[in-house]
């Protein structure tokens, strides 16, 4: 296991079951809104939020049968993305998809571009361009076999200064991704303001979806719905919830 020595084999074990435990209930979690919403259970896939926490975890989860693990810093992700490469290799598997979840710097981007599977914050048609200019470069070097995909971050109460695009900009920055041959439009993503009842925002950004795939009938996925409100999500169609709490526990303490 990356990281960990004989003598801490206990503690792996301890995390191991609590992990355990919590995935199960995560995921009966998630078949019972998906019930509750008329929806099939499979339409809806669980995004391990793993920032903060050590590559350890990661390497337990993929065990337990997780293949998606979601990052927002990129200087902690890229030292997951490293201390996994060789457990990988070992298990000769390598099938495992990182999603960049966080907010992204433009100056980032060409790292991230190597090993990121989709990105979903993308909120500018500049941070769109440079991905596009950095997977196009990953795919010329061989460090990825396919275009970047990415989710186009929207704002559910219109102020771009916590993050994503207001709703008068979505197709247009919708179109500029759809026309870039190194990215891949995959869909929507977005946060619940912490003002708006959950069900009011996922509801707004539903038919935002809807509008959207009518344009791109290619942009399937909705990512929405985190440890606190994912039921409402998953009532008005997320594709992806992205837990982090409810699955990883309370962040663990740093310096940083």
């Known amino acids: 296991m990356v990281g960990v020595s004989g003598t801490a084999e206990s503690t792996v074990e301890s995390r191991t079951?609590?992990?355990?435990?919590?995935?199960?209930?995560?995921?009966?979690r998630i078949d019972a809104a998906c019930e509750a919403?008329?929806?099939?259970?499979?339409?809806?896939?669980?995004?391990?939020?793993?920032?903060?926490?050590?590559?350890t975890d990661v390497e337990i989860l993929y065990g337990l049968g997780r293949r998606d693990f979601g990052e927002s810093r990129e200087q902690e992700a890229s030292a997951k993305?490293?201390?996994?490469?060789?457990?990988?290799?070992?298990?000769?598997?390598?099938?495992?998809?990182?999603h960049m979840i966080g907010r992204l710097q433009r100056n980032k981007a060409r790292v991230v571009a190597r090993w990121a599977h989709t990105v979903h914050s993308v909120d500018s048609e500049r941070l769109a361009t440079t991905l596009d200019t950095a997977a196009r470069a990953a795919l010329d070097a061989g460090e990825r076999s396919d275009p970047l995909r990415v989710l186009v971050q929207i704002?559910?109460?219109?102020?771009?200064?916590?993050?994503?695009?207001?709703?008068?900009?979505l197709d247009a920055l919708a179109d500029r991704i759809a026309g870039l041959p190194g990215l891949r439009l995959g869909g929507l993503m977005a946060i619940a303001p912490l003002d708006v009842p959950a069900d009011s925002a996922f509801a707004r950004l539903a038919t935002l979806h809807t509008s959207l795939m009518a344009r791109h009938p290619e942009a399937t996925e909705l990512s929405a719905g985190m440890s606190g409100d994912l039921e409402a999500a998953v009532e008005h169609g997320s594709t992806c919830v992205r837990v982090g709490t409810a699955l990883m526990g309370a962040r663990p303490i740093t310096s940083a």
């Open 17 to 28: 079951t609590v992990l355990s435990t919590r995935l199960d209930g995560l995921l009966h």
């Open 37 to 55: 919403a008329g929806r099939d259970p499979g339409s809806v896939r669980l995004l391990p939020v793993t920032k903060f926490f050590p590559a």
């Open 81 to 98: 993305v490293a201390a996994l490469g060789e457990y990988l290799a070992a298990q000769d598997d390598s099938d495992i998809r990182w």
């Open 155 to 169: 704002s559910l109460d219109d102020d771009p200064a916590r993050g994503g695009v207001v709703a008068r900009e």
